[in-house]
């Protein structure tokens, strides 16, 4: 089974400009979920996906914003970059079947500096 | 305020040595898993543990879940070169289906 691929791998932007990062899920799972990590503040959780509806989402300005596709795919957006968006963003699917835990399956990520 | 304390943040030790990386958190958690991540990759799930109390072993690392579903262990015996890496728990909130992440133990095995 192939693993979560996320695209592009390095990207480097200007303040201002808005990027779109991309993910493909684990076959089968229907659960995408987005991270933000960075050496002060860790890996911080950015928002969910399931079924194209978003159901969760963590604390980050509008400017971070997501979506599903049918097929399970996801892309996130981020708008009017600043520097401290430059971080590596990291993407997980899972299978959300119910009564079964929680695992993450993530990405290599993608990562995005902002200069 | 983070909900899971992971401590130490750092630990730097020759190969050989044992040691253990604490997870701690006065919340109650589903299951709670353990992520191993090297430079530029993603986090790598090492093993979940469910059950209050209980120990999983995987070669020479041993995972032990607290009798009260609260924190988390893990101890390396013997700790090699390879070892070294980023180490993340991550519990799951109880009735939520979410990960909420440690800050991690970045863990320096020199030879």
């Known amino acids: 089974k192939a693993g979560v691929t996320q695209t592009p791998r390095y990207l480097i932007k200007t303040r201002g400009q808005q990027v779109t990062l991309s993910c493909s899920p684990i076959?089968?799972?229907?659960?995408v979920s987005w991270y933000q990590q960075t050496p002060g503040q860790g890996l911080q959780f950015l928002f969910e996906?399931?079924?194209?509806?978003?159901?969760n989402k963590g604390n980050f300005p509008g400017r971070f914003s997501g979506r599903q596709f049918s097929n399970s795919r996801s892309e996130m957006n981020v708008s009017t970059l600043e520097l401290g968006d430059s971080a590596l963003y990291l993407c997980?699917?899972?299978?959300?079947?119910?009564?079964?835990?929680?695992?993450?399956?993530f990405g290599q990520g993608t990562r995005l500096t902002v200069v | 305020t983070q909900l899971l304390e992971q401590s130490p943040q750092f630990l730097s030790i020759q190969e050989g040595e044992n040691l253990t990386v604490y997870c701690n958190s006065s919340?109650?958690?589903?299951?709670l898993q353990w992520y191993r991540q090297e430079p530029g990759e993603g986090p790598v799930l090492l093993v979940t543990?469910?059950?209050?109390?209980e120990v999983k072993k995987l070669k020479r690392l041993t995972f032990q879940f607290g009798d009260a579903r609260k924190d988390s262990s893990l101890h390396i015996t013997a700790a090699q070169p390879g070892d070294t890496g980023l180490y993340l728990c991550?519990?799951?909130?109880?009735?939520?289906?979410?990960?909420?992440f440690g800050q991690g133990t970045r863990l320096t095995i020199n030879p």
């Open positions: 997980a699917s899972s299978p959300r079947d119910r009564g079964r835990v929680t695992e993450a399956f």
């Open positions: 076959s089968g799972h229907r659960s």
């Open positions: 996906y399931f079924s194209e509806t978003q159901r």
């Open positions: 919340s109650v958690f589903s299951s």
């Open positions: 543990v469910v059950t209050g109390g």
């Open positions: 991550a519990g799951e909130v109880q009735g939520a289906q979410k990960l909420v």
